[in-house]
């Protein structure tokens, strides 16, 4: 698999040598991944973080019901983990599953905490995108807290018109926290608008 992707997402935030980015290359595991395939799930040892190549990813927290509730998606060229439990070491909260046939990148945690201490830069990227995790999640937060479900739907088109063609009504009206049916009158709403 060609590695030149993630190699441009990293040096969006730092400057690689050929001996750095070989080394970075040497950690990681490529993987296939099939459509509804899961790469992690709840309560198991959540030990690597996923780079999406090509295809589309899902994290997801199933209840005891079995009400499921997206998390976030992840398209090409987008980190994905349960990053509490992949940083703090804990059984997985969540599952995550393949939407469509994938190609990933893996980087196990102990891989991680040695290219930390052997190229430290790698501190600074992975510090940043946390960072813009963080802050993405917390507008999420405040969307979801002060947004219609209307307007909720609105931005999550705007933010992700690829991604919003390629999943499901049902996963959609998951991430919103709304019902597929809502979801479904609000698309009709829109278009005889």
């Known amino acids: 698999m060609n590695n030149s992707l993630i190699l441009r997402n990293i ?24 459509k509804k395939e899961c790469i992690l799930k709840q309560q198991e040892a959540c030990k690597e973080i996923s780079f999406v190549h090509s295809g589309l990813l899902r994290a997801f927290y199933l209840d005891a019901t079995g009400k499921e509730s997206t998390i976030m998606f992840a398209l090409p060229d987008w980190w994905i983990t349960d990053m509490y439990c992949f940083v703090n070491e804990k059984p997985a909260m969540l599952n995550i599953e393949a939407l469509e046939d994938s190609f990933i990148f893996q980087l196990k945690k102990g891989d991680l905490d ?26 999420r937060i405040i969307e979801n807290l002060s947004l219609s479900s209307e307007e909720r739907y609105n931005a999550f088109i705007r933010k992700y018109p690829v991604a919003a063609e390629r999943i499901t009504q049902k ?3 998951s991430y919103l926290g709304i019902t597929p049916e809502f979801l479904s009158t609000i698309k009709t709403n829109k278009n005889k608008k």
């Open 171 to 173: 996963q959609i009206a």
């Open 11 to 34: 040096s969006r935030h730092i400057s690689l040598s050929d001996d750095e980015a070989n080394y970075f290359n040497s950690l990681l595991r490529e993987r296939k991944v099939r």
């Open 114 to 139: 040695k290219l930390y201490y052997t190229v430290p830069k790698f501190e600074r990227f992975f510090r940043i995108m946390m960072q813009n995790a963080y802050t993405r999640e917390q507008l």
